[in-house]
């Protein structure tokens, strides 16, 4: 089902540069205004494109979607991206975090370039 994705209250690390993120604030991986909801037995999640998936579950009234990729920029980069909250009304208000780290670097990630942001999801 496709449902309608509001960002807000998006705050970001100053002078850093993102692979996915709302709008256009991704380099790779933008992720937009709509989206497909799916809800199986097992599963929950967000469908952005075919390659951008948020998957998790729905335990009674709170949702908890995640998504991990990679990404190339000197060097191979892994991001983690949460969204996660209450639903309420058939409407999902959670948060957004989005977080990086070298892959050479895994064992002392700085974690210096993060978004923050308030997401809503208008659900069937």
Do not use: M, N
């Not at 960002?7 to 970001?12: A, G, L, S, Y």
């Amino acid at each position: 089902v496709l449902v309608q994705v509001e960002w807000t209250d998006v705050t970001r690390t100053a002078g850093c540069f993102f692979f996915s993120g709302p709008g256009e604030l991704g380099r790779d991986d933008q992720l937009g205004s709509t989206a497909r909801w799916y809800q199986s037995a097992h599963e929950v999640g967000l469908v952005f494109s075919p390659r951008i998936i948020f998957r998790g579950a729905r335990t009674d009234d709170q949702v908890a979607l995640s998504r991990r990729s990679s990404h190339d920029s000197g060097g191979k980069w892994d991001v983690e991206e949460q969204i996660g909250g209450p639903i309420e009304g058939g409407v999902l208000r959670g948060r957004y975090h989005y977080s990086e780290c070298e892959t050479r670097r895994r064992q002392s990630c700085p974690g210096q370039c993060v978004i923050d942001a308030t997401v809503t999801v208008a659900l069937p």
